[in-house]
């Protein structure tokens, strides 16, 4: 086929002896052009270097249709994970492995894709389903494993098998059971559930020294897994105190999973990592992908590494994610993250000249935190927004009406502090909520007088309106850390206290049944001891 750019650059003539697909990255465009040997006309505004044009039929040879692994000879299926929860119905005569996705009905990102499900998934030769789906012929599998991305998804376990007419308890069930993901624990609280909890890496042996994990797709979005682990090794942090430590995928490999992925007509991409910014190759990789008209959908970065990405912005979201947990200076250094006030400022700045949204992501209650350095911070930030406008003058006003230069929004999430098992920071205190409730009325102040909430929200700000941005209540933090302490005692609670599961939000009731069940249970043991003695 040829395609010789019109002169106005404004047109593509295309003559194709197959069918194409042809793909206009400016207008994130795809168009089809289906008839054989035709000589088509299309309209886009852009120029040829942003067109990409793939035939779709005749099919690829074979020997393209296979990416080879250049470090492991894993060959990608092409047909494979298209859509994940397909399967099910295709294959449900064969498989005899079933991986549960505990994933909550409401949760946010639901069209994104879990990687860690996805491996398992294809390793296993798995059917996949959601917690809530009653499997038909589900005696027929031999293994069934649940995917458990965070804690509270723990609760979705027992109506799975209680939809299913399986054993709540793991005697009698006659169908193994196993479960894994970031939300499991070492702390044996699945215990009288389920057969066995696994804990890390399902491919750790493929990845052990660098990262070779194949691409993933869901609809119209792919997964490149970049990293794994983190070299910043945050005191609180339970993702990186796993060994092997930081790893990552060569960048020659990364370049081929693009193609490849762009092969198949999809453009979206993220290059999952816990520190993106941290890749050893990210400017290679950004200018890479924007050649081949990719959108890069990573928006978290790291402060520390941050400089990286400067020369690439203009290839990244205008939209950016940072962890800096706190505001106080003293309190990141002393948890392990360990960047000065000064270096903060200076990378926002930088960050500013290409990005329009910046998301701060900090934690309540860590060990001696000062809060007046957060209200001091809001201050700093609230005026570099200003500094970000202009007075133009007008008939009506010749000293003239602020403007904005740039239209600058800062938000900020607060997570609660979880002192979590396996980090430095284990034994430290949990969160004081009188405190937190004190500190919060301050904030929303706070927010109000530096211009970052409407002033129209005074005295109405509170836990709903702020929609997650606080971090939990006092009734769903306690039941998450019991959830987190564990312990075989707890059983009981999860096999009765949610017969339907529950969802990304618990509610003060709903934590309270289980809060209660666990109180009552105690005072049910100490009675006993008492009338045995
Ligand atoms: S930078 Fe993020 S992922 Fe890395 S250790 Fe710190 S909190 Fe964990």
Redesign the pocket.
Known sequence: MNWPQCPTGKSLFIKANAPVRIVTAPMKRLRYVRSVALHGKVHYRGSVADTTIIPISPPLAKEERTVRNAHNNMNINQNANLDLFDDLNKSKEQKKVLVVDTVPKDARNQGSINLGLEIVKDKMDADVCHWWEMVPNVGKYELIGFNVFYPTALLNIVPFLRKNNLSLLKPGRGIKTIAGGPGIGHNNILGGIIDETFLGEYDEFENIKEITSKPYFKGNKAVIELTRG?R???HF?E??WSNPSNRQKPIELVKEQIDYVVSKGIRNINFMS??FTGYHHVQELAPYAASKGVVIKNSDI?IRDAHNIFPILKYLPKYLKM?VESFDEKTRIKIGKKFTDEHLFLTIKKLLRHCSDLHFYLIYGLPDDDYTKWFKWLKILGDLRKTYRHKVPNLFNPEGELENTKPIRFEFSITNFEPADGTLLESANQVDFKEKNKFLKKWFSALIENGFVDKKLKGRLDYKNFKGRIGRKKKSYDLLMELKKGGPELTDHLVNVYPNGVGRSISDDESMKFLNFRQKKERTVQNAQIRSR
Do not use: D
Request: with cysteine; hydrophobic share 20%.
């Open positions: 983190c910043s090794r945050c942090c993702y990186i816990a520190n790291t962890g």
